[in-house]
């Protein structure tokens, strides 16, 4: 019966081998002692990344006198132009335009390091900062004619630091064991642990143990066996020291989690090639077949959250806590706190 399963395991893994990355010798020989097994009706769960892109109408945005307009700024990076104008006057003659910003701290002047007003009144950011986040208004006065009188126009925008999610996959899986107070157990976990980080090291990614527990399980005809229940999760190794741009799911840190993805897959299915080929009797520990599981999963840093409802045209952008609300860790959302009155609340204070 159990040459029979090695049999069926390994001619399912034959047929459903895909193209991946190769694992070290070292690693495979290391797991010839733990034959697969599990029931053919569990499949993996694999949400893939969304897409993450911040979605502009154009590199230039314009006002409007009937409500602020939202503009959204990748933290650190430089900021679309935001022009003191509405759409329809836009492609209108101006005589004697006169234009003047203000932000949150005051009057903007065209020599500002860190926000530019261009001759054209135009506003720019450099280098934006989460403290930059806040109202602007532009104040324009002009004349459609030459003939007409001034008029006089107030244009408010809301101007959001954003950055990216801090993004990672987290995995389960499960491993026929020893009893649970054996301490085989323990250098088995650690073994896996040293051989997953191993695997992903190259691409500047990491794996951490999220929960590890042993149990004992009630199988059908089977009787009782322990079960060890492994939670990891691996994530880029960069997205802790700072942003980088990214306007698809393309980037850089996603691309080497993918990749990271598919060795940690392919590791478990050539578990699977090597160890069902053995004809011995089954070992104390070895991975219960089709138990791994993945899930994508979407983070905000503190101070910053996702909001669709509020910020529908960056739905997918980890956008700064606005006042009245705070986020003190990395969750995904911001929370409400009318105490709060600054952007970027870490406390409800």
């Not at 107030?154 to 899986?173: D, N, S």
């Not at 590890?212 to 079960?227: I, T, Y």
């Amino acid at each position: 019966m159990e040459a029979s399963a090695s049999g069926r395991a390994w001619r399912t893994w034959r047929r459903s081998r895909a193209s991946g990355f190769p694992l070290s010798r070292a690693a495979i020989l290391l797991f010839s002692a733990f034959l697969v097994r599990a029931p053919p009706s569990v499949e993996y769960l694999v949400r893939f990344p969304r897409t993450f892109r911040l979605t502009q109408e154009s590199v230039k945005i314009v006002g409007s006198s009937h409500f602020p307009v939202k503009v959204y700024v990748m933290l650190h990076q430089k900021s679309p132009h935001v022009l003191c104008v509405t759409q329809g006057l836009r492609n209108s003659e101006l005589i004697d335009p006169s234009f003047q910003w203000h932000g949150p701290k005051g009057k903007i002047v065209s020599e500002n390091r860190t926000a530019q007003v261009t001759s054209t009144g135009s506003l720019i950011f450099q280098n934006f900062e989460e403290a930059m986040s806040g109202v602007y208004t532009c104040f324009l006065e002009y004349k459609p004619t030459v003939e007409e009188i001034v008029k006089n126009l107030q244009l408010k925008y809301l101007v959001y630091a954003y950055r990216e999610p801090h993004y990672y996959y987290q995995f389960t899986a499960r491993y026929h064991a020893a009893p649970c107070n054996s301490i085989y157990n323990i250098s088995f976990e650690k073994k896996l642990l040293q051989i997953l980080s191993k695997l992903v090291l190259e691409l500047s990614c990491e794996i951490s143990l999220l929960k590890s527990e042993c149990h004992r399980v009630k199988m059908q005809r089977a009787g009782l066996q322990n079960e060890l229940f492994f939670t990891f999760s691996v994530s880029s190794l960069d997205t802790e020291k700072g942003p980088k741009p990214c306007t698809d799911h393309n980037c850089e840190s996603s691309k080497r989690l993918s990749k990271a993805k598919n060795l940690i897959e392919r590791f478990f299915s050539q578990q699977v090639e090597v160890l069902g080929r053995r004809s011995d009797p089954l070992p104390e520990i070895y991975y219960i077949e089709g138990t791994l599981q993945m899930i994508w999963i979407n983070r905000c840093f503190p101070g910053y959250g996702m909001n669709t409802l509020k910020h529908p045209k960056c739905p997918e952008c980890c956008v700064i806590c606005s006042p009245g609300s705070y986020n003190p860790r990395d969750g995904i959302h911001c929370l409400q706190c009318n105490s709060s009155l600054v952007y970027g609340a870490k406390a409800c204070v």
